[in-house]
């Protein structure tokens, strides 16, 4: 049913324009004209000016006349570096780039399946309920396009995020929520080879405390890390300023608020033992994914799935999307996986026949929403 040429070359002009993170101004006046040419009500909120971006989310509305619910299909405008001046290459079913920069299907695949998937709605007129098209900014490194997007704009309570790995069919219905740690720890300067008692090591501080950390796999729901550590200027100079930045994940909240009060309290311990001033910051990034089988949303995608022939798998994953953050305020959202492989790497590829699987899929659970 689905135009899949048509998909595939709209995929292929998605990916050369340009959209690193917090630059997706071209690309979003781009898709604009698409939305609009498709008759979508098109607006752009003001995220990029809250988060330093050149363009801010989209958010498109189509009417529809079906009895089915008012749907909301998202997927995000930006790609990580290196992003710029992509050259795809189609071998043996296969899509690269050029291997000098990202391919960009990290999250284009996305954006390309779901407007194929609307223009044979259109085309084939298969009732809705409504449709409405997110297409997000800034979602690599911190999801600031959706924490910031106009959520008084959206009148759908149920929708679906194409950004995860897997095979068309994966249906993300549980991801944790995370916490960021961030700590400066202040001691005192002093000559490391004259009177290194006359100083306070704010490194040394910092070591005996992540030594005391639990770390890593916590449990089955939780897991904790410190991934940056700056401080110092020279190795004669004891070292009086150290910066740090961590995280905590569950999918437990409790478990969650458990994990960072004890990476807290060991720094702030650490801290006064050695008479040193730390400043601590934690900063909620993003809510949880509950998702379950008996959820509307995980339903009409497993229904989709089985009537495509595609072998519908309910799974978990450690990281963030989009998708956490509209579960957050409460909408019920589940990631779909769009087979997109080697991501964040100039390795990166998609298989054509999986792009056009993933315009079938989402076509499919547009029919489903209606029956």
């Known amino acids: 049913m689905i135009n899949r040429e048509r998909v595939v ?30 008759g979508f009500e098109v607006y752009e909120d003001n995220a990029g000016g809250q988060v330093g971006a050149s363009a801010g989310n989209l958010i498109a509305a189509l009417p529809g006349s079906g009895k089915g619910p008012v749907l909301f299909l998202c997927a ?12 795809p290459v189609i071998k043996d079913g296969v899509i690269t780039s050029q291997g000098e920069t990202v391919l960009g299907a990290d999250d284009k695949a996305g954006i390309a399946a779901i407007l194929e998937a609307v223009r044979t709605i259109k085309e084939n007129n298969i009732e809705h309920g409504g449709l409405e098209v997110i297409f997000t900014i800034w979602e690599e490194g911190g999801l600031k396009g959706s924490k910031a997007l106009d959520y008084s704009k959206i009148k759908a309570k149920m929708g679906y995020v ?14 944790p929520a995370q916490n960021s740690i961030v700590a400066t720890i ?10 290194p008692e006359d100083g306070i090591n704010a490194i040394q501080v910092a070591s005996r405390a992540i030594a005391k950390m639990k770390l890593g796999r916590i449990d089955e729901e939780t897991t904790a890390n410190i991934g940056i550590i700056r401080g110092g200027k020279a190795t004669n100079i004891v070292p009086d300023n150290i910066y740090l930045e961590g995280e905590a994940r569950s999918l437990s909240l409790e478990k969650l608020e458990a994990q960072t009060k004890h990476m807290c309290q060991v720094l702030q311990q650490e801290a006064e033992a050695a008479g040193a001033e730390i400043k601590i910051d ?39 999307s989009d998708a956490n953050i509209f579960n957050g305020k409460g909408f019920a959202c589940a990631n779909l996986g769009i087979a997109m492989n080697k991501v964040h790497t100039t390795e990166e590829s998609i298989k054509v026949e999986d792009l056009c699987k993933m315009a079938e899929y989402v076509t499919e659970i547009v029919k489903a929403a209606n029956k």
């Open 282 to 320: 934690v900063e909620k990034q993003y809510h949880t994914i509950n998702l379950s089988a008996d959820d509307r949303v995980v339903q009409l995608a497993v229904e989709a799935a089985e009537t495509l022939g595609l072998k519908p798998v309910l799974t978990g994953t450690g990281g963030g």
């Open 9 to 38: 070359e709209e995929f292929l002009e998605l990916v050369k324009i340009d959209s690193p993170s917090g630059h997706e101004r071209e690309i979003a006046r781009v898709l604009k004209r698409k939305l609009t040419d498709l």
């Open 186 to 195: 202040k001691g005192k300067a002093a000559h490391a080879g004259q009177c």
């Open 162 to 175: 194409l950004d995860s790995d897997g095979e068309p069919g994966t249906i993300i219905i549980t991801a």
């Open 76 to 87: 995000h405008m930006d790609t990580v570096e290196p992003g710029r001046n992509i050259n």
